[in-house]
């Protein structure tokens, strides 16, 4: 099961710091990623942080994004700065492991999300 939360109101240019409190005894083996989703467009793969911590972050968030994961909290989180209009969405996190292409793959279930709002 996953928890995310720390989604709010924030104005352009602002910061937020989202979490992601995992379930399970086996997350420290899991990639975990972070998408974000408008209404009427698909889910999009925000950032993912392997096992082993190597980061990969979409264009549009590289050098604004920062994401991160605490395995004694089973917890992951994204450090989003400098944020604008276009980063409001639902945020969701996942749980899964690399493909052969060293693409993210989900294979958790989905939990609520939390919402990002970047208005002013």
């Known amino acids: 099961q996953l928890v995310e939360s720390g989604g709010g109101l924030v104005q352009p240019g602002g910061s937020l710091r989202l979490s992601c409190a995992a379930s399970?005894?086996?997350?420290?083996?899991?990639?975990m990623a972070w998408y974000r989703q408008t209404p009427g467009r698909q889910r999009e793969l925000v950032a993912f942080?392997?096992?082993?911590?190597?980061?990969n972050y979409a264009d549009s968030v590289k050098g604004r994004f920062t994401i991160s994961r605490d395995n004694a909290k089973k917890s992951v989180f994204l450090q989003m700065n400098n944020l604008t209009p276009e980063d409001t969405a639902v945020y969701y996190c996942n749980a899964g492991q690399l493909g052969s292409s060293n693409e993210f793959v989900p294979s958790g279930s989905w939990g609520r999300g939390t919402q990002v709002t970047v208005s002013s």
């Open positions: 942080i392997t096992h082993r911590s190597v980061t």
């Open positions: 399970g005894s086996i997350f420290s083996a899991y990639a």
